[in-house]
């Protein structure tokens, strides 16, 4: 069982470049995340989708946008490069029906950007 | 809007010490609460939850947690910590939305280092 697959898991990138970071997972989860972890400041989340052909802004949505492709996919898109979005990049997914709060993540996409 | 705070961001300590972190959250209303921790190299795994029921909350590896809610705490503790606890450990809170769905807000995390 698979669960939360992120690709790719490390990418160099010059600032301006654009790049997308994909998510899927498999069990067949409503809810799904964009987390940015940094040092010193935990998990940010950065969007998130409620369910298949919503989604919404985080607290730090700035410099990214999503795309809820179906019900199993949940990609990250940044247009337009900046230093200050080198960090780790969690996905996440949880049931939406009698969920309490658990999400279960994916193993992470260290990303930098020069 | 919900926010978490922990306590201690670098711990260390020796093998068969005990543990406590330290959370707290700002919210007063009914929680959902979470410690997850995150081992080098890993990925984020669920180490215990409340939802409901008695206060002090028995998870994975030993680890245990009081809910306190007079105190808005969760504090995570393990009488005696070995080596392979060395890790990061996060603290949450779910945040309830019109529709069913919420969204876990983070501490920023506990980074613990446990010497031989």
């Known amino acids: 069982n698979a669960g939360v697959t992120q690709t790719p898991k490390f990418q160099v990138l010059k600032t301006g470049q654009s790049m997308t970071l994909q998510c899927a997972q498999d069990?067949?989860?409503?809810?799904m995340y964009w987390y940015r972890q940094d040092p010193g400041m935990g998990l940010r989340l950065i969007y998130y989708?409620?369910?298949?052909?919503?989604?919404d802004k985080g607290e730090v949505p700035n410099g990214y946008n999503v795309s809820r492709l179906n019900k199993r996919e949940f990609s990250l898109r940044l247009e337009s490069a900046a230093p200050s979005q080198t960090s780790v990049y969690f996905c996440?997914?949880?049931?939406?029906?009698?969920?309490?709060?658990?999400?279960?993540f994916g193993e992470g996409s260290r990303l930098t950007v020069l | 809007a919900q926010s978490v705070s922990q306590h201690n961001h670098h711990v260390i300590l020796s093998e068969a010490a005990s543990l406590e972190l330290g959370c707290n959250y700002s919210y007063g209303g009914t929680v959902n609460l979470f410690w997850y921790v995150q081992y080098p190299g890993q990925h984020l795994q669920l180490l215990l939850k409340y939802f409901s029921g008695d206060p002090l909350v028995k998870g994975i590896k030993g680890f245990e947690a009081e809910f306190i809610k007079s105190k808005f705490s969760f504090n995570l503790r393990k009488p005696s910590v070995q080596w392979s606890d060395t890790a990061e450990y996060f603290c949450?809170?779910?945040?309830?939305?019109?529709?069913?769905?919420?969204?876990?807000?983070f501490g920023a995390g506990t980074r613990l280092a446990v010497h031989p």
């Open positions: 949450a809170v779910n945040e309830m939305f019109s529709g069913g769905y919420n969204k876990l807000i």
């Open positions: 989708s409620a369910s298949e052909g919503t989604t």
């Open positions: 069990m067949n989860h409503n809810s």
């Open positions: 996440a997914s949880s049931p939406r029906t009698g969920n309490t709060g658990e999400l279960f």
